[in-house]
């Protein structure tokens, strides 16, 4: 089996920093692309940045020059440095790992259960 972990959520007033982590863990052969998501009440899941094993990073229009996504490989951590947020970033967020299993050569998406973030203003 695959996990993924995240931790680091809460309460932040406007302006505010977190930082965001998710360990996988597990049968894990190699991990491709990593990723945060976010769904607010009442809307879609829509994806905030992601990584590839080789550092390139992707951003949302909304996120860049605020968020920063990295990784450590050797650890399966991917990590989201959120900085000068806005009430309207609050949200669950959810990681998410493109991932092959040991001894398998299929690769298939996994979530992590959420971490609430709340932006006061």
């Given at each position: 089996?695959?996990?993924?972990?995240?931790?680091?959520?809460?309460?932040?007033?406007?302006?505010?920093?977190?930082?965001?982590s998710?360990?996988?863990?597990?049968?894990?052969g190699?991990?491709?692309?990593?990723?945060?998501?976010?769904?607010?009440?009442?809307?879609?899941?829509?994806l905030?940045?992601?990584?590839?094993?080789?550092?390139?990073?992707?951003?949302?229009?909304?996120?860049?020059?605020?968020?920063?996504?990295?990784?450590?490989?050797?650890?399966?951590?991917v990590?989201?440095?959120?900085?000068?947020?806005?009430?309207?970033?609050?949200?669950?967020?959810?990681?998410?790992?493109?991932?092959?299993?040991?001894?398998?050569?299929?690769?298939?998406?996994?979530?992590?259960?959420?971490?609430?973030?709340?932006?006061?203003?």
């Amino acid at each position: 089996q695959v996990q993924l972990v995240e931790s680091g959520g809460g309460l932040v007033q406007a302006g505010g920093s977190l930082r965001l982590s998710c360990a996988a863990s597990g049968s894990i052969g190699s991990i491709n692309v990593m990723g945060w998501y976010r769904q607010a009440p009442g809307a879609q899941r829509e994806l905030v940045a992601s990584i590839t094993s080789g550092g390139s990073t992707n951003y949302a229009d909304s996120v860049k020059g605020r968020f920063t996504i990295s990784r450590d490989n050797a650890k399966n951590t991917v990590f989201l440095q959120m900085n000068s947020l806005k009430p309207e970033d609050t949200a669950v967020y959810y990681c998410n790992g493109n991932i092959r299993r040991s001894f398998s050569y299929t690769i298939l998406d996994y979530w992590g259960q959420g971490t609430q973030v709340t932006v006061s203003s």
